[in-house]
């Protein structure tokens, strides 16, 4: 039996005599974006409907007892049957691609697949299974390159398939209503296949509504937080300042939540995005993994055909499936991620810092850590503990930029640790050898490429 969906009407809260509507709640409008013909939806829009901060605000306020008094708590949270680290493209190789584009995408380093309910869908689970790999299931047709299956019969208990995407980029108060009901209803039906929605870019949907909306789906069951946004340009520039400043929402989110948060980069050239080079790649997955991101996401690894405004390679070429140059430095940091991928899905963020803050981010204050010092052109400090009370941080090279490799924009960082520190080892170095790190005098220096991180744990005396 397919699982149950949600009905159009339904509100959050309705269970509670006392809960507000979820327009309410989140003081989301009912108006839609209008669609553009033949363009989907996960450009980011300007025609997108921001949010008050005031009316937001004062009506979270009001019905916040009444939203937690009927939700789900994290600790009745059930496992993920997935137990892997989750590496997904949102738009992999279709059913209709074969045997072998599959077979690619999972020596990738990937280890999800975001499978369509369209015309190629049972041959893609096929292939999933067949390959290794595990199914993230679209509940709604995404209107990619195949027409969508107007009745999708959903194998609820298929082994293969371990989640759920409800619905993708839900704006106004219907449609995350929806969005949070199908979640809810997909949670309660098998606890153990996680289930989600993909959020608006917060500078789109407004900050306010985004953090209340992430509020609730939590509180209502949902076990993972996923958004996308976009900041490598055409023109060259990006908007770093979008980047860190939703990676700091959502990390705070997660902390606050227990919940893991999901985060994407960018992998092909359409609208005003650039195709990225080396170093743009390795800039936006370290700095998701430095602000402490439990999956990543690509954007794309399949592309369309004849779209207006798109390139057709993204990692490969969708018109034969061959692999393009982002395929090996795609799989590069992909491995990476896998080989250290059971440590940091238990580490948890404790800081991010910056030496050259952008906006409203934290800059580096020398001698507030166990990193006492960081000498680096532009450097990204993501701090971590594990259970047993370890230290760890993720050091990252930020500089990068179009048509630069990582080799191009390497950099010598120079760091101090603190007296207290015995023993520095480098867990994971995608360009250089893990294991103890020189001290001289308290003092390292990395060579590390643009973009890429390095993951240290320290020993204290």
Known sequence: MP??????????????????????????????????????RRIDSPGAIAIGLAA????????????????????????????????????????????????????AGFTLHATNPDEGFTEALAHVEAV???????????????????????????????GWIAEDEPAGAERVARAIGRVQTLMETDPTR??????????????????AAIDVAAQRGMPILSYDTYVTMADGTDRADLLYGHLALFRQASLRH????????????????????????????YSNLAYGAKGLWYFTYWAPVGWRGWDHRAIV?????????????????????????????????????HTHPPPRERGFEAGRSWITDIRARDALVGYFSDSAGTRYAMVVNKVHGPGRSA???ADSLELRFADSVRAVDVVSWLDGVPGPLA??????????????????????R
């Open 3 to 40: 699982t149950r969906h949600v009905s159009e009407g339904r509100r959050l809260g309705a269970s509670s005599p006392s809960a507000l509507p979820l327009s309410n709640i989140l003081g989301l409008p009912s108006i839609q974006p209008a669609a553009t013909p033949g363009r989907p």
């Open 56 to 107: 937001t605000l004062t009506l979270l306020a009001g019905c916040a007892g009444a939203v937690k008094s009927d939700a789900h708590s994290s600790s009745e949270r059930r496992p993920w049957r997935f137990t892997e680290f989750p590496i997904i493209a949102w738009w992999g190789p279709p059913g209709t691609a074969g045997r072998e584009a599959f077979e690619a995408y999972r020596e």
């Open 439 to 460: 001290l001289e005098d308290g003092r390292a220096r990395l060579r590390v490429g643009g973009g890429s991180g390095v993951l240290l744990r320290a020993t204290l």
């Open 407 to 409: 080799r191009d924009t």
């Open 317 to 353: 070429d969708a018109t034969d499936g061959s692999r393009t140059e982002l395929y090996d430095w795609v799989s590069a940091v992909n491995h990476t991620v896998r080989d250290m991928g059971p440590l940091l899905l238990g580490l948890t963020s404790t800081d991010v810092v």
């Open 194 to 211: 996680w289930a989600f929605f993909n959020m608006l870019s917060p500078h789109l949907a407004g900050i306010p509504a985004t953090a």
């Open 258 to 285: 227990g919940v893991p948060f999901w985060a994407f980069a960018l992998t092909i050239e359409h609208g005003p995005y650039r195709r990225p080079s080396e170093s743009d790649l390795r800039w936006q997955q």
């Open 132 to 162: 290794g790999l595990r199914a993230m299931v679209f509940r709604t047709a995404q209107g990619f390159a195949l027409p969508p299956l107007p009745n999708p019969d959903f194998p609820a208990h298929r082994d293969a398939i371990v």
